[in-house]
């Protein structure tokens, strides 16, 4: 085995993610317009099968 250089891994940079905790009165889709994102990116990104959300759910918020 050589002593070279550790091997690294090129990923691709993850997208900026911003975190919202849901309050009172809250849909994905005034999140969506919030954020500039869409309901269904928000949905990707928290794995959500359904467009219902609860107060005090945390959700991670795509940047567009």
Do not use: M
């Not at 002593?3 to 990923?11: A, E, N």
């Not at 691709?12 to 919030?34: D, I, N, T, Y």
């Not at 500039?36 to 794995?47: L, R």
Request: proline residues 6%; hydrophobic residues 40%; positive net charge.
């Amino acid at each position: 085995a050589s002593k070279g250089h550790p091997i690294r891994q090129y990923l691709p940079a993850p997208s900026f993610v911003q975190v919202h905790k849901v309050r009172s009165g809250e849909s994905l889709a005034k999140l969506a317009l919030q954020y500039n994102t869409s309901v269904k990116a928000i949905k990707a990104e928290n794995k959500l099968k359904s467009d219902v959300i609860r107060i005090g759910q945390v959700l991670q918020l795509p940047a567009k």
